[in-house]
């Protein structure tokens, strides 16, 4: 038997909206620790990684590890019905049949049934890399950004120089630069250099789709040779936002020169 309550679906629809866009099935790893979900693009560019934890939930049971995988546009048209602030209380009973039951008010008691499918779960190892470059900043701010050098490339490129990171992006239209001091203490950026690295470069196309959420007011990416780079949201209560219920993690590969 599996079930879990959150008293506010918002926490829940936030993280299936932000990761729709990359994969278009989902196989939830569902153990005592939490929900986890760990999964490639059909691309195999972008890997998803998220966690929730069990103190993010009012009620969770699980007596048994188990994997349930539906498809993420019938979970998010599912959700499209659920109210934010309404409860959201997903249950599974093994034995009956294969679904993933949804109950919530909208104004009456609701229930959803999502089919379940079969899919291929592997849980990949993600290796301990050290970092070359972090820049810690507001998601809208990251997503403008990467809005604004889309109009004239098709691919960021991350450089160091003279103790400043330059991001441009170079197209048919012309270029667009930015520029940011890695001593300055701006509110919307704070960077941090561990150590330098090459001009690296990496999709717009997938950068805007991964800064394209709600998930939280602040992102943290982080970019290092010859390894994806990574961005960071925290999932916070939406009871107490200092309280970290879980993270999202977007993991991208760089682009090759010859791409």
């Known amino acids: 038997m599996f079930e879990a309550r959150l008293e506010k679906a918002i926490v829940f629809k936030k993280i299936i909206a932000a990761i729709k866009l990359l994969i278009t099935d989902i196989s939830f ?11 490639m693009d059909s691309a195999h560019v972008a ?41 959201l209380h997903m249950s599974h009973k ?36 050290k970092y070359h470059l972090q820049v810690n900043g507001e998601k809208i701010a990251f997503h403008t950004l990467f809005a604004n050098l889309n109009q004239s490339g098709d691919n960021a490129i991350f450089s160091i120089v003279d103790g400043s990171l330059i991001i441009s992006a170079i197209g048919d239209g012309g270029e667009f630069t930015a520029k940011f001091r890695t001593d300055d203490e701006d509110d919307t950026f704070q960077i941090t250099l561990h150590k330098p690295s090459p001009p690296l470069g990496f999709s717009l196309r997938y950068l805007n789709m991964m800064t394209n959420t709600y998930l939280s007011r602040r992102a943290v990416f982080d970019i290092a040779e010859n390894a994806p780079a990574r961005i960071t949201y925290d999932i916070t209560s939406p009871h107490y936002e200092e309280e970290v219920i879980g993270k999202v993690r977007f993991y991208l590969a760089p682009r090759i020169e010859n791409e």
Not at 34 to 39: A, C, L, P
Not at 118 to 124: A, I, N, P, S, T
């Open 29 to 39: 790893d569902i153990t005592h620790d939490g929900i986890s979900v760990q999964q």
């Open 47 to 87: 890997l998803v990684e998220f966690v929730l934890h069990t103190d993010a939930f009012t009620d969770y049971r699980v007596d048994t590890n188990i994997v349930i995988a539906v498809s993420t546009i019938a979970l998010d048209k599912a959700l499209k019905m659920v109210p934010d602030n309404s409860y």
């Open 94 to 129: 093994p034995g009956s049949k294969d679904e993933l039951v949804l109950d919530f008010y909208c104004g009456y008691e609701a229930r959803v049934k999502i089919t379940m499918i079969d899919l291929e779960f592997e849980r990949l190892g993600i290796p301990d890399t």
